[in-house]
T-cell receptor, first 112, second 113 residues
Framework: GENVEQHPSTLSVQEGDSAVIKCTYSDSASNYFPWYKQELGKRPQLIID?????GEKKDQRIAVTLNKTAKHFSLHITETQPEDSAVYFCAASQPGTYKYIFGTGTRLKVLA | NAGVTQTPKFRVLKTGQSMTLLCAQD?????MYWYRQDPGMGLRLIHYSVGEGTTAKGEVPDGYNVSRLKKQNFLLGLESAAPSQTSVYFC????????????FGSGTRLTVV
């Protein structure tokens, strides 16, 4: 089955700097890749996603890139702010499987 | 519209006790899921359902059972709780298309002593 690896497990950046979180997946059939943000004590919430027929997607300060050949995708956060501090999860989904397989999460700390 | 509601929010069990976690959604979603979240291990899928009356095993199904007798409810049962089942449990639901995204419940923190 699908396996998703996520790096780094923790990431500290200065406020205003950029942050990049990377995920790799094992099954080339995976075609949908969402990213979730989980603030402390809260539920995960979808922040951005990308389908396999798209190489990059942006939404204000966040962007996701996908490299199908290398089977990896990345989350980019620019001009980080303290409210970006959270745990971020990537996930992958294959056609017809109905479910997401999540990475192990990255704890992002934005230092003021 | 309450979204996805999980009950209870917290529970402490003794080893060997049983309990049921309830997940209810009012969005008429077809698909429902139970995940557990442990430090350093992310969200791991326990069981899921693709419609009323259906269930399927996920990545870590051992020690758990589920039922989906009504479309809006997805129950997760622990027949004989073990300390290894100490975790935060999240229920999620989504509509028919994979890109609809999950809506998560607020979680249940379970401690087995």
């Amino acid at each position: 089955g699908e396996n998703v690896e996520q790096h780094p497990s923790t990431l500290s950046v200065q406020e205003g700097d950029s942050a990049v979180i990377k995920c790799t997946y094992s099954d080339s059939a995976s075609n949908y890749f969402p990213w979730y943000k989980q603030e402390l004590g809260k539920r995960p919430q979808l922040i951005i996603d990308i389908r396999s027929n798209v190489g990059e997607k942006k939404d204000q300060r966040i962007a996701v890139t996908l490299n199908k050949t290398a089977k990896h995708f990345s989350l980019h956060i620019t001009e980080t702010q303290p409210e970006d501090s959270a745990v971020y999860f990537c996930a992958a989904s294959q056609p017809g499987t109905y479910k997401y397989i999540f990475g192990t999460g990255t704890r992002l700390k934005v230092l003021a | 519209n309450a979204g996805v509601t999980q009950t209870p929010k917290f529970r402490v069990l003794k080893t060997g006790q049983s309990m049921t976690l309830l997940c209810a959604q009012d969005m008429n979603h077809e698909y429902m899921y139970w995940y557990r979240q442990d430090p350093g291990m992310g969200l791991r899928l326990i069981h899921y359902s693709v419609g009323e009356g259906t269930t399927a095993k996920g990545e870590v199904p051992d020690g758990y059972n589920v039922s989906r007798l009504k479309k809006q409810n997805f129950l997760l049962g622990l027949e004989s709780a073990a300390p290894s089942q100490t975790s935060v449990y999240f229920c999620a639901s989504r509509r028919g298309q994979v890109e609809d995204g999950y809506t998560f419940g607020s979680g249940t923190r379970l401690t087995v002593v």
